[in-house]
Protein backbone atom coordinates (compact mmCIF):
# COMPACT_ATOMS: atom_id res chain seq x y z
CA UNK A 1 0.00 0.00 0.00
CA UNK A 2 2.40 2.34 0.94
CA UNK A 3 5.23 1.99 -2.13
CA UNK A 4 1.85 2.28 -4.54
CA UNK A 5 0.72 5.56 -2.69
CA UNK A 6 4.12 6.97 -2.90
CA UNK A 7 4.23 5.77 -6.99
CA UNK A 8 0.88 7.82 -7.08
CA UNK A 9 2.37 10.77 -5.28
CA UNK A 10 6.05 11.14 -5.72
CA UNK A 11 6.05 14.97 -4.36
CA UNK A 12 4.02 13.60 -1.19
CA UNK A 13 6.48 10.73 -0.35
CA UNK A 14 9.53 13.44 -1.07
CA UNK A 15 7.93 16.00 1.55
CA UNK A 16 7.73 13.15 3.99
CA UNK A 17 11.77 12.22 3.72
CA UNK A 18 13.47 15.02 2.07
CA UNK A 19 16.29 13.91 0.04
CA UNK A 20 18.96 15.80 2.12
CA UNK A 21 17.86 13.60 5.27
CA UNK A 22 19.65 10.48 4.12
CA UNK A 23 22.92 12.11 5.05
CA UNK A 24 22.20 11.89 8.67
CA UNK A 25 23.01 9.29 10.70
CA UNK A 26 19.63 9.07 12.49
CA UNK A 27 17.98 9.22 9.26
CA UNK A 28 19.89 6.56 7.75
CA UNK A 29 18.40 4.33 9.83
CA UNK A 30 15.26 4.84 8.82
CA UNK A 31 16.25 4.98 5.09
CA UNK A 32 17.61 1.50 5.50
CA UNK A 33 14.89 0.37 6.99
CA UNK A 34 12.66 2.17 3.94
CA UNK A 35 14.69 0.58 1.21
CA UNK A 36 13.93 -2.67 3.21
CA UNK A 37 10.24 -2.27 2.90
CA UNK A 38 10.48 -1.22 -0.83
CA UNK A 39 12.48 -3.58 -1.81
CA UNK A 40 10.36 -6.82 0.06
CA UNK A 41 7.32 -4.81 -1.20
CA UNK A 42 7.82 -4.68 -4.32
CA UNK A 43 9.11 -8.27 -4.50
CA UNK A 44 5.65 -9.47 -3.60
CA UNK A 45 4.16 -6.63 -5.50
CA UNK A 46 6.37 -6.17 -8.47
CA UNK A 47 8.15 -3.29 -9.42
CA UNK A 48 5.45 -1.33 -10.61
CA UNK A 49 3.23 -2.05 -7.29
CA UNK A 50 0.77 -4.20 -9.06
CA UNK A 51 0.66 -8.08 -7.61
CA UNK A 52 1.34 -10.51 -9.59
CA UNK A 53 -0.69 -14.12 -9.38
CA UNK A 54 0.52 -15.61 -12.51
CA UNK A 55 4.54 -15.80 -11.95
CA UNK A 56 6.80 -17.69 -13.53
CA UNK A 57 6.18 -20.48 -10.88
CA UNK A 58 2.77 -20.24 -11.19
CA UNK A 59 2.85 -20.35 -15.05
CA UNK A 60 5.55 -22.97 -16.15
CA UNK A 61 6.66 -21.74 -20.00
CA UNK A 62 4.86 -24.65 -22.50
CA UNK A 63 7.05 -26.63 -24.47
CA UNK A 64 7.50 -25.22 -28.13
CA UNK A 65 5.17 -26.58 -30.26
CA UNK A 66 7.07 -29.29 -32.48
CA UNK A 67 5.25 -28.02 -35.69
CA UNK A 68 6.03 -24.37 -35.23
CA UNK A 69 9.41 -24.84 -33.76
CA UNK A 70 10.80 -27.16 -36.84
CA UNK A 71 9.25 -24.06 -39.19
CA UNK A 72 11.14 -21.27 -37.60
CA UNK A 73 14.57 -23.71 -37.67
CA UNK A 74 13.67 -24.24 -41.40
CA UNK A 75 13.25 -20.27 -42.00
CA UNK A 76 16.17 -19.73 -39.82
CA UNK A 77 18.74 -22.20 -41.95
CA UNK A 78 20.81 -20.68 -44.77
CA UNK A 79 21.46 -23.75 -46.51
CA UNK A 80 20.80 -23.13 -50.15
CA UNK A 81 19.47 -27.00 -50.68
CA UNK A 82 17.21 -27.29 -47.39
CA UNK A 83 14.30 -29.14 -47.79
CA UNK A 84 11.49 -28.96 -45.44
CA UNK A 85 8.66 -32.08 -45.35
CA UNK A 86 7.15 -30.56 -42.14
CA UNK A 87 4.54 -28.61 -42.56
CA UNK A 88 0.98 -30.14 -43.87
CA UNK A 89 0.08 -27.52 -46.65
CA UNK A 90 -0.24 -27.84 -49.96
CA UNK A 91 3.07 -26.92 -51.89
CA UNK A 92 3.31 -26.67 -55.59
CA UNK A 93 6.66 -28.01 -57.90
CA UNK A 94 8.38 -24.90 -56.98
CA UNK A 95 8.19 -25.30 -53.11
CA UNK A 96 5.72 -22.46 -53.04
CA UNK A 97 2.30 -22.11 -51.58
CA UNK A 98 -0.61 -23.00 -54.68
CA UNK A 99 -3.64 -20.76 -54.51
CA UNK A 100 -6.33 -23.14 -56.37
CA UNK A 101 -7.10 -21.01 -59.53
CA UNK A 102 -10.62 -21.76 -58.57
CA UNK A 103 -10.03 -19.76 -55.33
CA UNK A 104 -8.74 -16.86 -57.38
CA UNK A 105 -12.06 -16.80 -59.98
CA UNK A 106 -13.96 -17.35 -56.58
CA UNK A 107 -12.49 -14.48 -54.82
CA UNK A 108 -12.19 -12.02 -57.49
CA UNK A 109 -15.91 -12.26 -58.27
CA UNK A 110 -16.56 -11.47 -54.14
CA UNK A 111 -14.55 -9.22 -54.47
CA UNK A 112 -16.55 -7.64 -57.05
CA UNK A 113 -19.70 -8.16 -55.94
CA UNK A 114 -21.57 -4.44 -54.45
CA UNK A 115 -24.08 -5.77 -52.34
CA UNK A 116 -21.39 -7.63 -50.24
CA UNK A 117 -20.43 -6.37 -46.96
CA UNK A 118 -18.70 -7.02 -43.64
CA UNK A 119 -21.66 -7.76 -41.51
CA UNK A 120 -21.92 -10.41 -38.74
CA UNK A 121 -22.73 -14.02 -40.12
CA UNK A 122 -25.15 -15.82 -38.17
CA UNK A 123 -24.03 -17.71 -35.02
CA UNK A 124 -24.72 -21.27 -37.13
CA UNK A 125 -22.56 -19.06 -40.49
CA UNK A 126 -23.45 -18.94 -43.76
CA UNK A 127 -26.61 -20.94 -44.66
CA UNK A 128 -25.37 -21.72 -48.41
CA UNK A 129 -22.25 -22.64 -47.12
CA UNK A 130 -23.27 -24.79 -44.31
CA UNK A 131 -25.90 -26.85 -46.40
CA UNK A 132 -23.33 -26.78 -49.62
CA UNK A 133 -21.12 -28.70 -47.05
CA UNK A 134 -23.44 -31.03 -45.52
CA UNK A 135 -24.34 -32.16 -48.96
CA UNK A 136 -20.22 -32.25 -49.85
CA UNK A 137 -19.49 -34.86 -47.01
CA UNK A 138 -22.77 -37.12 -46.63
CA UNK A 139 -23.90 -36.71 -50.05
CA UNK A 140 -26.97 -34.63 -52.03
CA UNK A 141 -28.90 -37.86 -51.72
CA UNK A 142 -28.36 -39.07 -47.97
CA UNK A 143 -30.85 -40.37 -46.08
CA UNK A 144 -29.62 -37.82 -43.57
CA UNK A 145 -30.56 -35.05 -45.28
CA UNK A 146 -33.72 -36.24 -46.70
CA UNK A 147 -35.14 -36.86 -42.84
CA UNK A 148 -34.11 -33.78 -41.72
CA UNK A 149 -31.87 -35.69 -39.11
CA UNK A 150 -28.70 -33.32 -39.98
CA UNK A 151 -27.58 -30.14 -38.44
CA UNK A 152 -23.91 -28.11 -39.53
CA UNK A 153 -22.58 -25.33 -38.01
CA UNK A 154 -19.53 -23.10 -39.95
CA UNK A 155 -16.61 -23.63 -37.51
CA UNK A 156 -13.34 -22.06 -37.22
CA UNK A 157 -11.83 -24.83 -39.71
CA UNK A 158 -11.14 -28.45 -38.80
CA UNK A 159 -10.08 -27.30 -35.67
CA UNK A 160 -12.93 -25.57 -34.47
CA UNK A 161 -15.24 -27.88 -35.50
CA UNK A 162 -13.08 -31.00 -33.84
CA UNK A 163 -13.43 -28.31 -30.67
CA UNK A 164 -16.89 -27.82 -31.17
CA UNK A 165 -17.91 -31.46 -31.22
CA UNK A 166 -15.45 -32.36 -28.01
CA UNK A 167 -17.26 -29.51 -25.91
CA UNK A 168 -20.54 -30.67 -27.27
CA UNK A 169 -19.63 -34.66 -26.15
CA UNK A 170 -18.30 -33.44 -23.19
CA UNK A 171 -21.58 -31.74 -22.41
CA UNK A 172 -24.56 -33.14 -22.91
CA UNK A 173 -23.50 -37.23 -23.51
CA UNK A 174 -26.07 -38.03 -20.95
CA UNK A 175 -24.04 -40.84 -19.36
CA UNK A 176 -22.30 -40.64 -16.26
CA UNK A 177 -18.88 -40.82 -15.78
CA UNK A 178 -18.24 -39.44 -19.42
CA UNK A 179 -17.13 -41.81 -21.91
CA UNK A 180 -13.94 -42.45 -23.27
CA UNK A 181 -13.16 -41.00 -26.59
CA UNK A 182 -10.15 -43.36 -28.28
CA UNK A 183 -7.95 -41.86 -30.41
CA UNK A 184 -5.64 -43.79 -32.77
CA UNK A 185 -1.97 -44.46 -32.40
CA UNK A 186 -1.11 -42.21 -33.21
CA UNK A 187 -3.13 -39.05 -34.23
CA UNK A 188 -3.06 -35.73 -35.17
CA UNK A 189 -1.14 -34.40 -32.03
CA UNK A 190 -4.06 -31.69 -31.58
CA UNK A 191 -6.54 -34.13 -31.25
CA UNK A 192 -5.37 -35.44 -27.38
CA UNK A 193 -4.85 -31.23 -26.32
CA UNK A 194 -8.78 -30.30 -27.32
CA UNK A 195 -10.10 -33.57 -25.87
CA UNK A 196 -8.33 -33.30 -23.22
CA UNK A 197 -9.10 -29.39 -22.99
CA UNK A 198 -12.96 -30.13 -22.77
CA UNK A 199 -12.45 -32.80 -20.29
CA UNK A 200 -13.09 -35.82 -21.92
CA UNK A 201 -11.31 -38.95 -21.19
CA UNK A 202 -9.02 -40.27 -23.62
CA UNK A 203 -7.44 -43.31 -24.88
CA UNK A 204 -6.13 -45.16 -27.87
CA UNK A 205 -6.88 -47.76 -30.09
CA UNK A 206 -3.83 -49.34 -32.22
CA UNK A 207 -3.42 -48.04 -35.71
CA UNK A 208 0.12 -48.21 -37.42
CA UNK A 209 1.91 -51.38 -37.68
CA UNK A 210 5.94 -50.79 -37.43
CA UNK A 211 6.62 -54.07 -39.08
CA UNK A 212 4.38 -53.50 -42.10
CA UNK A 213 4.13 -49.36 -42.35
CA UNK A 214 0.74 -50.43 -42.61
CA UNK A 215 -2.87 -50.68 -40.72
CA UNK A 216 -2.64 -52.99 -37.68
CA UNK A 217 -6.31 -53.86 -38.51
CA UNK A 218 -6.66 -57.01 -35.93
CA UNK A 219 -4.88 -54.63 -32.94
CA UNK A 220 -7.53 -51.77 -34.16
CA UNK A 221 -10.49 -54.16 -34.02
CA UNK A 222 -9.53 -55.68 -30.62
CA UNK A 223 -9.29 -52.53 -29.20
CA UNK A 224 -12.41 -51.52 -30.32
CA UNK A 225 -13.61 -54.73 -29.16
CA UNK A 226 -12.50 -54.45 -25.61
CA UNK A 227 -13.35 -50.56 -25.52
CA UNK A 228 -16.61 -50.39 -22.96
CA UNK A 229 -19.65 -49.92 -24.93
CA UNK A 230 -20.94 -46.74 -25.59
CA UNK A 231 -17.16 -45.30 -26.32
CA UNK A 232 -16.49 -42.73 -28.63
CA UNK A 233 -14.32 -43.45 -31.24
CA UNK A 234 -12.35 -40.97 -33.46
CA UNK A 235 -11.72 -41.91 -37.15
CA UNK A 236 -9.67 -40.08 -39.43
CA UNK A 237 -11.94 -40.70 -43.06
CA UNK A 238 -9.32 -40.31 -45.46
CA UNK A 239 -5.46 -39.99 -45.76
CA UNK A 240 -5.32 -40.77 -41.96
CA UNK A 241 -2.43 -37.78 -40.05
CA UNK A 242 0.39 -38.68 -39.67
CA UNK A 243 0.68 -41.84 -41.12
CA UNK A 244 -1.29 -41.73 -44.65
CA UNK A 245 -2.51 -45.57 -44.04
CA UNK A 246 -6.13 -45.71 -44.53
CA UNK A 247 -8.59 -48.86 -44.00
CA UNK A 248 -9.73 -50.68 -47.41
CA UNK A 249 -13.74 -50.39 -47.57
CA UNK A 250 -13.58 -54.43 -46.16
CA UNK A 251 -11.95 -53.06 -43.53
CA UNK A 252 -14.25 -50.34 -42.62
CA UNK A 253 -17.37 -52.53 -42.84
CA UNK A 254 -15.64 -54.60 -40.21
CA UNK A 255 -15.16 -51.37 -38.16
CA UNK A 256 -18.82 -50.62 -38.35
CA UNK A 257 -19.90 -53.42 -37.62
CA UNK A 258 -18.01 -54.40 -34.25
CA UNK A 259 -18.40 -50.00 -33.55
CA UNK A 260 -22.27 -51.12 -34.00
CA UNK A 261 -22.13 -54.04 -31.61
CA UNK A 262 -20.92 -52.30 -29.36
CA UNK A 263 -22.57 -48.79 -29.54
CA UNK A 264 -19.67 -47.19 -30.31
CA UNK A 265 -20.30 -43.23 -31.09
CA UNK A 266 -18.29 -42.42 -34.21
CA UNK A 267 -16.61 -38.95 -34.27
CA UNK A 268 -15.40 -38.05 -38.27
CA UNK A 269 -12.53 -36.10 -38.72
CA UNK A 270 -12.17 -35.31 -42.16
CA UNK A 271 -9.58 -32.95 -43.13
CA UNK A 272 -8.62 -34.21 -46.70
CA UNK A 273 -12.01 -34.80 -48.57
CA UNK A 274 -10.78 -34.93 -52.26
CA UNK A 275 -7.25 -34.26 -51.39
CA UNK A 276 -6.32 -37.35 -50.57
CA UNK A 277 -7.31 -39.41 -53.82
CA UNK A 278 -7.97 -36.19 -56.38
CA UNK A 279 -12.21 -38.15 -55.75
CA UNK A 280 -14.63 -36.51 -53.68
CA UNK A 281 -16.65 -38.98 -53.47
CA UNK A 282 -14.13 -41.96 -52.64
CA UNK A 283 -12.87 -39.78 -50.17
CA UNK A 284 -16.22 -39.81 -48.16
CA UNK A 285 -16.41 -43.29 -48.71
CA UNK A 286 -16.50 -44.06 -45.00
CA UNK A 287 -18.46 -41.53 -43.66
CA UNK A 288 -21.64 -42.06 -45.95
CA UNK A 289 -20.97 -45.58 -45.20
CA UNK A 290 -21.46 -45.55 -41.61
CA UNK A 291 -24.61 -43.25 -42.20
CA UNK A 292 -26.41 -45.53 -44.35
CA UNK A 293 -25.94 -47.92 -41.59
CA UNK A 294 -27.92 -45.43 -38.88
CA UNK A 295 -25.18 -45.08 -37.05
CA UNK A 296 -25.89 -41.26 -34.25
CA UNK A 297 -22.64 -39.62 -35.42
CA UNK A 298 -20.82 -36.24 -36.14
CA UNK A 299 -18.31 -35.17 -38.36
CA UNK A 300 -15.74 -32.39 -38.51
CA UNK A 301 -14.91 -31.14 -41.90
CA UNK A 302 -12.22 -28.84 -42.64
CA UNK A 303 -11.89 -26.66 -45.87
CA UNK A 304 -8.01 -26.15 -45.30
CA UNK A 305 -6.53 -28.42 -47.68
CA UNK A 306 -8.55 -29.42 -50.34
CA UNK A 307 -9.36 -25.21 -51.18
CA UNK A 308 -6.08 -24.17 -50.14
CA UNK A 309 -8.16 -22.04 -47.78
CA UNK A 310 -5.81 -22.46 -44.82
CA UNK A 311 -5.32 -18.97 -42.91
CA UNK A 312 -8.82 -18.43 -44.07
CA UNK A 313 -9.90 -21.14 -41.09
CA UNK A 314 -13.15 -22.57 -43.12
CA UNK A 315 -14.75 -25.66 -41.71
CA UNK A 316 -17.99 -27.16 -40.41
CA UNK A 317 -19.57 -29.35 -37.96
CA UNK A 318 -22.39 -31.99 -38.70
CA UNK A 319 -23.94 -34.02 -36.19
CA UNK A 320 -26.56 -36.73 -37.50
CA UNK A 321 -28.99 -38.29 -35.63
CA UNK A 322 -29.68 -42.34 -35.88
CA UNK A 323 -32.86 -42.59 -37.99
CA UNK A 324 -36.03 -42.82 -35.36
CA UNK A 325 -39.40 -41.11 -34.93
CA UNK A 326 -37.96 -38.46 -32.53
CA UNK A 327 -34.73 -38.20 -35.09
CA UNK A 328 -35.76 -34.61 -36.20
CA UNK A 329 -37.11 -32.93 -33.08
CA UNK A 330 -33.20 -34.56 -31.54
CA UNK A 331 -31.54 -32.55 -34.01
CA UNK A 332 -33.39 -29.40 -33.50
CA UNK A 333 -32.66 -29.36 -29.84
CA UNK A 334 -28.85 -30.33 -30.52
CA UNK A 335 -28.60 -27.62 -32.99
CA UNK A 336 -29.97 -25.30 -30.58
CA UNK A 337 -27.79 -26.34 -27.85
CA UNK A 338 -24.47 -26.07 -30.33
CA UNK A 339 -25.67 -22.66 -31.40
CA UNK A 340 -25.41 -21.69 -27.75
CA UNK A 341 -21.94 -23.30 -27.08
CA UNK A 342 -20.74 -21.67 -30.67
CA UNK A 343 -21.99 -18.23 -29.51
CA UNK A 344 -19.92 -18.71 -25.96
CA UNK A 345 -16.72 -19.59 -27.81
CA UNK A 346 -16.76 -17.14 -31.24
CA UNK A 347 -19.81 -15.57 -31.29
CA UNK A 348 -20.35 -16.45 -34.65
CA UNK A 349 -18.01 -17.67 -37.58
CA UNK A 350 -15.45 -15.75 -40.26
CA UNK A 351 -17.44 -15.03 -43.61
CA UNK A 352 -14.29 -14.28 -45.83
CA UNK A 353 -13.60 -18.09 -46.52
CA UNK A 354 -16.93 -19.99 -46.32
CA UNK A 355 -17.90 -17.19 -49.09
CA UNK A 356 -15.24 -18.38 -51.35
CA UNK A 357 -16.06 -22.20 -50.90
CA UNK A 358 -19.70 -21.46 -50.80
CA UNK A 359 -19.19 -19.76 -54.26
CA UNK A 360 -17.31 -22.41 -55.72
CA UNK A 361 -19.41 -25.56 -53.67
CA UNK A 362 -22.98 -24.13 -55.52
CA UNK A 363 -22.06 -23.15 -58.68
CA UNK A 364 -21.91 -26.63 -60.99
CA UNK A 365 -19.10 -24.70 -63.47
CA UNK A 366 -17.27 -24.10 -60.62
CA UNK A 367 -17.41 -26.53 -58.62
CA UNK A 368 -16.19 -28.83 -61.88
CA UNK A 369 -12.97 -26.55 -61.75
CA UNK A 370 -12.52 -27.42 -58.36
CA UNK A 371 -12.66 -31.23 -59.09
CA UNK A 372 -9.66 -30.15 -61.99
CA UNK A 373 -7.38 -28.52 -58.82
CA UNK A 374 -7.77 -31.11 -56.38
CA UNK A 375 -6.65 -33.73 -58.98
CA UNK A 376 -3.78 -31.19 -59.78
CA UNK A 377 -2.89 -31.61 -56.31
CA UNK A 378 -3.86 -35.02 -55.44
CA UNK A 379 -1.91 -36.12 -58.71
CA UNK A 380 1.29 -34.10 -57.97
CA UNK A 381 1.51 -35.71 -54.74
CA UNK A 382 0.80 -39.17 -56.14
CA UNK A 383 3.66 -38.51 -58.76
CA UNK A 384 6.15 -37.58 -55.62
CA UNK A 385 5.05 -40.83 -54.40
CA UNK A 386 5.82 -42.85 -56.79
CA UNK A 387 9.26 -40.87 -57.47
CA UNK A 388 10.53 -41.77 -54.30
CA UNK A 389 10.07 -45.20 -54.09
CA UNK A 390 11.56 -45.31 -57.39
CA UNK A 391 14.52 -43.41 -56.26
CA UNK A 392 15.09 -45.02 -53.23
CA UNK A 393 14.85 -48.57 -55.15
CA UNK A 394 17.13 -47.62 -57.66
CA UNK A 395 19.74 -47.16 -54.94
CA UNK A 396 18.90 -49.79 -53.42
CA UNK A 397 18.23 -47.94 -50.34
CA UNK A 398 18.03 -51.18 -47.50
CA UNK A 399 14.31 -52.28 -46.49
CA UNK A 400 10.99 -52.52 -48.07
CA UNK A 401 9.77 -49.03 -49.84
CA UNK A 402 6.68 -50.10 -50.71
CA UNK A 403 4.86 -47.96 -48.34
CA UNK A 404 5.50 -44.97 -49.91
CA UNK A 405 2.97 -45.66 -52.59
CA UNK A 406 0.34 -47.51 -50.80
CA UNK A 407 -0.24 -44.83 -48.37
CA UNK A 408 -2.39 -41.85 -49.16
CA UNK A 409 -2.80 -38.24 -48.91
CA UNK A 410 -0.82 -35.30 -47.86
CA UNK A 411 1.45 -37.41 -45.28
CA UNK A 412 4.02 -40.56 -45.56
CA UNK A 413 4.98 -42.15 -42.44
CA UNK A 414 8.48 -43.48 -43.70
CA UNK A 415 9.44 -45.55 -40.75
CA UNK A 416 12.85 -43.90 -40.20
CA UNK A 417 13.63 -43.35 -36.58
CA UNK A 418 14.43 -40.31 -34.60
CA UNK A 419 17.95 -40.72 -35.01
CA UNK A 420 17.95 -40.49 -38.61
CA UNK A 421 15.86 -38.18 -38.86
CA UNK A 422 18.70 -36.11 -36.37
CA UNK A 423 20.93 -37.05 -39.03
CA UNK A 424 18.95 -35.96 -41.68
CA UNK A 425 18.11 -32.46 -40.38
CA UNK A 426 22.00 -31.77 -38.57
CA UNK A 427 23.82 -33.13 -42.02
CA UNK A 428 21.23 -33.03 -44.56
CA UNK A 429 19.29 -30.21 -44.11
CA UNK A 430 16.07 -31.71 -44.35
CA UNK A 431 13.31 -30.71 -41.50
CA UNK A 432 10.24 -33.48 -40.81
CA UNK A 433 8.75 -34.58 -37.45
CA UNK A 434 10.91 -36.35 -35.31
CA UNK A 435 8.50 -39.51 -35.95
CA UNK A 436 9.59 -39.86 -39.04
CA UNK A 437 6.52 -38.37 -41.36
CA UNK A 438 7.22 -35.89 -44.37
CA UNK A 439 4.93 -34.03 -46.16
CA UNK A 440 5.04 -35.24 -49.68
CA UNK A 441 4.20 -32.08 -50.34
CA UNK A 442 7.10 -30.29 -49.77
CA UNK A 443 8.78 -32.61 -52.12
CA UNK A 444 9.38 -31.57 -55.87
CA UNK A 445 10.56 -32.38 -59.33
CA UNK A 446 13.72 -30.35 -58.15
CA UNK A 447 14.47 -31.92 -54.70
CA UNK A 448 13.69 -35.51 -54.73
CA UNK A 449 16.64 -36.67 -56.14
CA UNK A 450 18.42 -34.67 -53.55
CA UNK A 451 16.33 -35.88 -50.30
CA UNK A 452 16.52 -39.73 -51.60
CA UNK A 453 20.47 -39.67 -52.22
CA UNK A 454 19.76 -38.26 -48.19
CA UNK A 455 17.62 -41.07 -46.95
CA UNK A 456 19.77 -43.70 -48.53
CA UNK A 457 23.18 -42.29 -46.76
CA UNK A 458 21.35 -42.04 -43.64
CA UNK A 459 20.24 -45.70 -44.07
CA UNK A 460 23.02 -47.38 -45.11
CA UNK A 461 25.08 -45.26 -42.22
CA UNK A 462 23.14 -45.83 -39.39
CA UNK A 463 21.87 -49.89 -40.26
C1 LIG B 1 -6.53 -34.91 -39.03
C2 LIG B 1 -6.68 -33.44 -39.02
N1 LIG B 1 -7.76 -32.91 -38.46
C3 LIG B 1 -7.96 -31.59 -38.44
C4 LIG B 1 -7.06 -30.73 -38.97
C5 LIG B 1 -7.43 -29.28 -38.86
O1 LIG B 1 -6.87 -28.39 -39.66
P1 LIG B 1 -7.48 -26.92 -39.81
O2 LIG B 1 -7.89 -26.45 -38.46
O3 LIG B 1 -6.37 -26.14 -40.39
O4 LIG B 1 -8.65 -27.06 -40.71
C6 LIG B 1 -5.88 -31.22 -39.55
C7 LIG B 1 -4.84 -30.36 -40.08
O5 LIG B 1 -3.71 -30.68 -40.24
C8 LIG B 1 -5.70 -32.62 -39.59
O6 LIG B 1 -4.64 -33.19 -40.16
Known amino acids: MTNSRQHQNPSHSSSTIPPSASSSSSTSATGTARDRLT ?11 SASVFTPAA ?18 DPFEKKVDLGIGAYRDNNAKPWILPVVKKADHAIHNDPTLNHEYLSISGLAEFTSAAQKLVVGAESPAIREKRICTLQ ?15 AKFHPAQPKPTIYLSNPTWANHNQIFTNVGLPIATYPYFSAKTKGLDFDGMIGALQAAPTGSIILLHACAHNPTGVDPTQEQWKQIAAVMRERHQ ?23 RYFVEQGFELCVAQSFAKNFGLYGERTGAFHFVSAPGADASTAIQHIASQLAILQRSEISNPPAYGARIASKVLNDPQLFAEWEEDLRTMSGRIQEMRRGLREQLEKRGTP ?37 GRISMAGLNTNNLEYFAEAVDSVVRETS
Open 399 to 435: GSWEHITSQIGMFSFTGLNENQVKILRDKWHVYMTKN
Open 39 to 49: SLSSHIMGSNG
Open 265 to 287: FPFFDTAYQGFASGDLVRDAWAI
Open 59 to 76: VAAAPEDPLFGLMKAYRE
Open 155 to 169: TISGTGAVHLGGLFL
